[in-house]
């Protein structure tokens, strides 16, 4: 998983990361954020190593959420929907949505969120799901 602003910035120990020299296919690298312009900059910049491009909406580590990345997203679907459209329409590769349940009891939208998911016509239509921590569900919308 690999910070897309970070990727937008240069940052040389992210591009680290993304070596996958010898690594067998197919590769599927993540990316969170939730600057549409990091997105769109880190999907077509991880699209030349990548098979397949996964977007992290799910992960609820504190460093990730208190800048408003992975679930945080949860509590504006729309902002979700409009960075996995706009790596969509940047990107030829298939495009993945991690997500969980909600970011909450009180705030569940992965009903809402799947289905918005569904119209961006994310390259590839089917549902998977395993339990995590919390016994909150995650989802790739695939």
């Known amino acids: 998983m690999v ?5 937008m ?3 040389e120990k992210t591009k680290l ?10 590769i599927i690298v993540q990316i969170f954020g939730s600057n549409i312009e990091a997105m769109k ?11 397949i491009i996964d977007i992290n909406m799910g992960c609820p580590a504190p ?4 800048n408003g990345d992975g679930s945080k997203l949860l509590l504006d679907v729309d902002l979700a929907v409009n960075i996995a459209k706009e790596v969509v329409n940047t990107v030829s590769k298939p495009v993945t ?7 909450d009891e009180k705030h569940i939208v992965y009903e809402e969120l799947g289905k918005r998911l569904e119209e961006v016509r994310s390259k590839s239509n ?6 995590q921590e919390r016994n909150i569900s995650v989802v790739n919308v695939i």
């Open 97 to 103: 949505v991690k997500i969980r349940k909600g970011w």
């Open 126 to 131: 089917y549902l998977t799901s395993e339990e």
């Open 41 to 51: 900059t880190a999907s077509k910049y991880v699209e030349d190593i990548a098979d």
């Open 3 to 7: 910070s897309a602003k970070a990727l």
């Open 63 to 66: 460093k990730v959420v208190k």
């Open 17 to 26: 990361l993304l070596n996958t020299k010898g690594e067998k296919r197919p």
């Open 9 to 11: 910035y240069g940052d």
